[in-house]
């Protein structure tokens, strides 16, 4: 069997009309109505499993000869439309959703990557993805290889015949750091890699990522794109750019028959979308870390007010990021918003000068005055999410981060004393007010 229907790859074709913007595609992409119902939104499938007209129905649609919806573990409806907007906002060619960003991560590399290989990644991580790649996928066979996101020598030596993709956020959770995608980019493909890009914390109308030479995209749909703390979800997205065929010898399980599947060629088959297709029928159906229909469907409601959302977001950080650096009792402010932030001239390079709403700053009086703010806040929240219209607080060294030794701690860019903030869209008065408030408490 060589054929799987473009419906399970979510194969997008790529049109020459000019694409819509991406306020635009947030509300109707992948979206044409319900015929049954003509429902205005789109339902919410809330289904394990669809009927088969009949045997020869069934029989067709396992064979693959028929698209067409069997169970909810590897496509929903709800799901296929959430998939088809982040594919055409991101400007990929296909998207596969799943239950948590985690998941997004774990498959994106699995769909790669076994026994013996290994994957490079730039160390200033978010705490969970860290401790997948530095303690997990090493005791399942798969080597990660960190270096710090601007040694652009160190990633590069890192790679050799076994590499299967390099990994960066390209904003770190909760560093800050911007990092630059073009040069890790020319740096990947110099050697046959894909390059795998966590686009979480700027989103894409902060960061165009496939423009600037990602093959892949990851986000959590749990922060800013869901952007109201209901629902965790995660989704990966093929650029559709990355010829994996020119490198069979490195990725044999895009170009080999694979038994598990028919003895289907992903790349004869899928064409720029055997990566994506893959990840659905082998990962995502084989361990089953599906998105839930209604999950789908709330991240849905937040993805629609994404731009207007990631516009005030950055505002208030900015403007709560210049409060921080002329306060008494602050020592340091980590925001590349800031003119003299390390990371300001990548910022306008890779984020168009916008720094997204997270922020860190060190308070005087060191770790103990850090809890006291924390416990002193009365109106943002104490918690350890990120990307929520919300305001939220969190201490990474004691929570996110806790798991990491202090050599770790130093890589992924984490002070004892750092206080991370996600600025959320309150009126940026009222934020300014707690984080005061709670200063004065902390003196
Ligand atoms: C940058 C980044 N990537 C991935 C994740 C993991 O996402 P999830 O919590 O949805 O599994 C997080 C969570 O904080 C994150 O900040």
Redesign the pocket.
């Known amino acids: 069997m060589k054929h799987i229907p473009q419906r399970l790859a979510l194969f997008t074709k790529k049109t020459e009309e000019t694409p819509m913007k991406l306020e635009t595609l947030a509300l109707h992409a992948g979206y044409d109505g319900d015929p049954a119902t003509h429902a205005a939104t789109t339902p919410i499938y809330q289904t394990t499993s669809f009927t088969f007209d009949d045997t020869q129905h069934g029989a067709d649609l396992f064979d693959l000869k028929v698209a067409g919806n069997i169970y909810t573990r590897i496509m929903n409806p709800t799901q296929a439309v959430l998939e088809q907007r982040l594919t055409e906002m991101e400007g990929g060619v296909g998207a596969l959703c799943v239950a ?6 774990t498959y994106s590399i699995q769909c790669l990557a076994s026994v013996g290989c290994n994957i490079v990644s730039t160390s200033q ?2 705490g ?2 860290y401790n997948l790649f530095a303690h997990t996928f090493p005791r399942q066979g798969i080597d990660v290889r960190f270096a710090s996101h601007d040694d652009y020598a160190a990633l590069e030596a890192h790679i050799d015949d076994n590499t299967r993709a390099l990994f960066c ?1 390209s904003i ?2 909760p560093a800050g750091n911007v990092v630059d995608i073009v040069t890790l980019a020319e740096i990947a493909h110099r050697h046959g890699v894909p390059l795998i890009v ?1 686009n ?2 700027p989103t894409p109308f902060l960061c165009k990522a496939f423009e600037l030479g990602a093959d892949i995209v ?6 800013y794109i869901g952007g109201h703390g209901t629902s ?3 989704v990966i997205i093929d650029s559709g750019k990355f010829d994996w065929a020119a490198h069979a010898a490195r990725f044999p399980m895009l170009n080999e028959p694979d038994p598990s599947y028919h003895g289907v060629v992903y790349t004869e088959a899928l064409g720029p979308a055997a990566y994506i297709g893959r990840c659905r029928v082998v990962p995502l159906r084989n361990t089953g870390a599906a998105i839930s229909p209604l999950n789908a469907f709330l991240i849905m409601q937040g993805l629609e007010t994404l731009g207007l959302r990631m516009e005030r977001h950055c505002e208030n950080a900015q403007r709560v990021a210049e409060h921080l650096q002329r306060h008494p009792q602050v020592e340091w402010v980590s925001y590349a918003g800031l003119s003299d932030s390390p990371y300001h001239t990548l910022c306008k390079k890779i984020t168009g000068g916008k720094a997204s709403g997270i922020l860190s700053f060190g308070i005087r009086g060191g770790k103990a005055a850090g809890a006291q703010f924390i416990d002193a806040l009365q109106m943002i929240l104490r918690l ?4 929520d219209a919300k305001s939220l607080a969190c201490h990474p060294a004691t929570t ?1 981060h806790r798991q990491l030794g202090p050599e770790e701690l130093v890589s992924a860019g984490v002070r004892e004393d750092m206080v991370r903030l996600s600025i959320g869209i309150e009126h940026v008065d009222d934020i300014i007010a707690d984080i005061d408030q709670a200063l004065a408490a902390a003196a």
């Open positions: 948590s960003g985690m998941a997004a991560i991580l978010y969970g993805s956020e770190g959770n966590d979480t914390v990851i986000h959590s749909l749990t922060k965790i979800g995660g350890v999410n990120i990307g996110t």
